[in-house]
């Protein structure tokens, strides 16, 4: 079993539709949670990043993480064509490594 | 800032060739990394240092060199190309004890 699982996707959903992103964990080891976007053809950037349970927003993102379940969202909402990427979970456990979920490519259909 | 430069970003070897990817980094950042992507598997660590004198294993090491001789370079080095190591490959940079990595823009390499 991977240590990082994410819903496969893909997704497509209309302009202005929340779109919500899923991740799951085994590592109880894991300490950040992070979501990256990826556009095709380029490298991953850092979309948010958050240490606690509980929800932090930034703008029309929402990271959900929930450490006693072991669960991790990302939510979009009034989504935007722009806004069609790949989305990458990703956590830092505490001897300094990354994981990353497989990833789920979203479209945002104008 | 030019962030985490990568070189080159396009590669084709034949099987058994050599070569050495090249990562650098303006940043200070102490925590440097190499991912492959390849499809449907996400990013997965090949080898990664917290600092200059000091790399460690990840993921997927087997086939893959590293070395650390200053903050700002981390090259990664095939030593015998086999397809298998067909991949995109990126590297990151980031401070010790956070997530918040910085991707380059990738190498495309592949091995015929």
Redesign the interface.
């Known amino acids: 079993q991977k240590e990082?699982e994410?819903d496969p996707g893909p997704l497509s959903v209309p302009e202005g539709a929340i779109v919500s992103l899923n991740c799951t964990y085994s590592n109880s080891a894991f300490q950040?949670?992070?979501w990256?976007r990826q556009y095709s053809?380029?490298?991953?950037?850092?979309l948010m990043?958050t240490y606690s349970s509980g929800n932090k927003e930034d703008g029309r993102f929402t990271a959900q993480v929930d450490k006693s379940s072991k669960y991790i969202s990302l939510f979009i909402r009034d989504s935007q064509p722009s806004d069609s990427a790949t989305y990458?979970c990703?956590?830092?456990s505490n001897d300094?490594?990354?994981?990353?979920?497989?990833?789920t490519t979203v479209t945002v259909r104008a | 800032n030019a962030g985490?430069t990568q070189t080159p970003k396009f590669q084709v070897l034949k099987t058994g060739q050599s070569m050495t990817l090249q990562c650098a980094q303006d940043m200070n950042h102490e925590?440097m990394?190499w991912?492959r992507q390849d499809p449907?598997?996400?990013?997965?660590?090949i080898h990664?240092s917290?600092g200059a004198g000091i790399t460690d294993q990840?993921e997927v090491p087997n086939g893959y060199n590293v070395s650390r001789s200053t903050t700002e370079d981390f090259p990664l080095r095939l030593l015998s190309a086999a397809p298998s190591q067909t991949s995109v490959y990126?590297c990151?940079s980031s401070y010790?004890?956070?997530?918040?990595?910085?991707?380059?823009?990738?190498t495309r390499l592949t091995v015929v």
């Open positions: 990082v994410q950040y949670f992070m990256y053809r380029k490298g991953p950037e850092l990043y990458l990703a956590m830092l300094y490594k990354l994981s990353f979920g497989a990833g | 985490v925590y990394s991912y449907g598997m996400g990013l997965r660590l990664y917290v990840g990126f990151a010790a004890g956070t997530g918040g990595a910085f991707f380059g823009q990738g």
